[in-house]
């Protein structure tokens, strides 16, 4: 599979995989963004993608960002349609103490490509027994 990225920004980094076997290709911030302590912000990668046919991109956080200070990202993951040919942003959150300072191309989220399988939607009357039953949040244990 092929993945197609525009730069849209003279400071963009082409995504790429930090070491063989990664699922993740990382993401980099083309501005440098201060980000309050329970305060979110819409960070620009620079770049644009056009998916291979039936996929999607996934962005997640880093979890290097969210055990030191307190990183990660809302809407996680994150989903690219394929047919979307917008900029990549990333939404990020500080959920540390302290401010956090993202530099220009900083790794700050990794993006995973996976393949999507289409579904027939058909409504029925009725739904198949199962042993959990309607069990929602919590049913199967404290622990």
Known sequence: MKLLIKKVNEDAVTPFYAHKG???LDLFSVEEVLIEPMERKL??????????PNT???VRPRS???LK???TLLNTPGTVDEGYRGEIKVLMINLGQEPFLVEKSMKIAQMVVKPVERVYVQEVEELSDTERGEGGFGSTGSR
């Open 22 to 24: 990664d699922a993740g």
């Open 56 to 58: 999607e991109a996934q």
């Open 43 to 52: 960070v620009s990668t620079g770049i644009k993608i056009q998916l291979p």
């Open 64 to 66: 290097g960002l969210a």
């Open 69 to 71: 200070y307190g990183i």
